[in-house]
């Protein structure tokens, strides 16, 4: 089965049945002892792409939001170390669309979707991302850089994943901030079917 460890932010590292190990815009926490064998970074902000926090395995590939999103229109899957990308919109006032993407992730039979930093997207309004089917669905709620709490439930909503977690829920001004950030009040607050609260250091089965 694989597992989810949740760094704090916007931060989380997958371990999945074959030992693969997924890091997603790496900055928060200290857990980063574990080779990384693929890294994903939604987007070039300082609090999304740390990504030599870690090391790297021997053939470990980085994924860029430019690989998936060349153009800055069309976006683009791939297939590495057994595990399908698939890049899809993320975009806000504070994060342009032609350099932001959210990825949806599958593996072991997994569905997962990152939704890097952004507010409601075309994706998810046309049915797009619901109509994959997802099983669990991480979101932005920090109300200033992202929507807030009430926004990510609307967005929770509408693309209709199984499990929906609150995530960088506190706002990062500094990139020596890395301490893992946590806000019960926000997380209370995001609301949605099969809601999964994740404090920094927590663990999930997938």
Not at 26 to 54: I, N, Q, S, W
Not at 102 to 107: I, M, S
Request: a negative charge; proline letters at 5%; one cysteine or more.
């Amino acid at each position: 089965m694989a597992t989810m460890l949740f760094q704090g932010h916007g931060s989380y590292r997958f371990t999945l049945d074959d030992s693969t190990v997924i890091y997603v815009d790496p900055f928060c926490g200290d857990e980063y002892e574990l080779e990384a064998d693929l890294v994903l970074v939604t987007h070039r902000h300082f609090d999304h792409d740390a990504v030599d926090k870690m090391p790297h395995a021997p053939g470990c590939e980085v994924i860029w939001p430019e690989d998936l999103h060349p153009t800055g229109e069309e976006y683009l899957s791939t297939t590495t170390h057994g595990v399908k990308v698939t890049a899809v919109q993320a975009y806000n006032k504070n994060h342009p669309s032609d350099e932001c993407v959210g990825y949806v992730l599958e593996f072991d039979g997994v569905k997962f979707y990152a939704a890097g930093d952004t507010d409601m997207t075309e994706d998810m309004k046309s049915g797009k991302l619901a109509a994959m089917h997802l099983d669990y669905a991480a979101f932005p709620c920090d109300g200033v850089y992202n929507m807030d709490a009430t926004g990510a439930s609307e967005c929770a909503k509408l693309v209709a994943a199984k499990h929906s977690i609150p995530v960088h829920e506190v706002p990062v001004d500094s990139a020596d901030d890395t301490a893992a950030t946590y806000d019960e009040t926000k997380l209370e607050a995001f609301q949605a079917e099969g809601r999964i609260i994740l404090i920094p250091g927590a663990e999930l089965h997938l």
